[in-house]
């Protein structure tokens, strides 16, 4: 089994749309969760993170992470063309100094 | 301006030939990783390192070399690349010991023949 399974997508949706991105992971060690952007071309950003179960929210975007399923989202509301990118999850142990674990990213094209 | 910069951004060899991909941050961050991005693999840890002459293993080290002698640079070394090393590089850098903010380069792009 994988540590981390991600949608690969690719994903299209029409502008305004609700997006819904998805990762589940098996290591319960992992502290620290977090949603990177990656445009064309370009490194990947990072966009949200968070250490607890719940939601956390920052303008269109939110991210949820349910610790009991093992299993983290990320909702885009009122998506634009300018969110479309590839969207990876990772993960981290805090203290390990050592490494992120990257979902394979989902491809997402919103059309305008 | 913040930034990760690497070169060659796209680099095209044979296979055993020499090859080195810099990399220089100029946030005089601490922490320098390199990953390469597959299809279907995501981003896999190469080497990382926590300080100048303090590097480690990430999760797939083979067939390759890092070295840290200044703060700002760090330099991925391939002495005799192969096919399989053909993929998308990305260094990265962080001021935080947790590590989970890494400011990513642009990626260099390398096809090995």
């Known amino acids: 089994q994988k540590e981390v399974e991600q949608d690969p997508g690719p994903l299209s949706v029409p502008e305004g749309a609700i997006v819904s991105l998805n990762c589940t992971y098996s290591?319960?060690?992992?502290?620290?969760f977090m949603w990177y952007r990656q445009y064309s071309r370009k490194g990947p950003e990072l966009l949200m993170y968070?250490?607890?179960?719940g939601n956390k929210e920052d303008g269109r975007f939110t991210a949820q992470v349910d610790k009991s399923s093992k299993y983290i989202s990320l909702f885009i509301r009122d998506s634009q063309p300018s969110d479309s990118a590839t969207y990876l999850c990772a993960f981290f142990v805090a203290g390990s100094a050592r490494q992120l674990t990257f979902g394979s990213g989902t491809q997402l094209t919103v059309l305008p | 301006e913040a930034q990760v910069t690497q070169n060659p951004r796209y680099l095209i060899t044979v296979t055993g030939k020499k090859l080195t991909v810099t990399c220089s941050q100029n946030m005089n961050h601490e922490y320098m990783s390199w990953y390469r991005q597959d299809p279907g693999l995501g981003l896999r840890q190469i080497y990382y390192?926590?300080?100048?002459?303090?590097?480690d293993k990430g999760d797939v080290p083979e067939g390759y070399k890092v070295s840290r002698k200044e703060k700002r640079n760090f330099p991925l070394i391939l002495e005799s690349p192969s096919p399989n090393q053909t993929s998308l590089y990305f260094c990265a850098s962080s001021t935080s010991p947790t590590l989970y903010e890494q400011y990513f380069g642009p990626g260099t792009r390398l096809t090995v023949t």
């Open positions: 290591n319960s060690a992992f502290q620290y």
């Open positions: 390192s926590m300080n100048v002459e303090v590097t």
């Open positions: 968070t250490y607890s179960s």
